[in-house]
């Protein structure tokens, strides 16, 4: 399994790191882990539109959609 060396971490990120680490019951190296899985599960916004921008859908003139919008409001 790969690794990752993180050099030059300021002393007060990591004594916060190691504080919440134990507040969570974890060793610092689960804890940042989980951060990273967290960071790299979460798609950044160019991602998001980059997959908006490569889908098909449907049409709809303004007209149209507003009238849908209202039905769907009006149904709640």
Same mark, same amino acid.
């Given at each position: 399994?790969? %690794?990752? *060396? ?6 007060? +990120? ?8 134990? +507040?969570?019951?974890? %060793?610092? *190296? /689960? ?5 990273? #899985? *967290? &960071?790299?599960? =979460?798609? =950044? $916004?160019?991602?998001? $539109?980059? #997959? ?6 449907? /049409?709809?003139?303004?007209? =149209?959609? %507003? #009238? $849908?919008?209202? /039905?769907?409001? &009006?149904? #709640?």
């Amino acid at each position: 399994m790969p %690794s990752i *060396q993180v050099k030059g971490v300021p002393e007060e +990120v990591h004594a916060i790191l190691r504080g919440r680490a134990a +507040v969570a019951g974890q %060793s610092l *190296q /689960e804890y940042v882990l989980a951060l990273l #899985r *967290q &960071d790299a599960e =979460t798609p =950044t $916004l160019m991602e998001v $539109l980059d #997959r908006i921008e490569h889908r098909n859908g449907g /049409e709809a003139d303004f007209e =149209t959609a %507003s #009238r $849908l919008v209202r /039905e769907e409001r &009006d149904a #709640r």
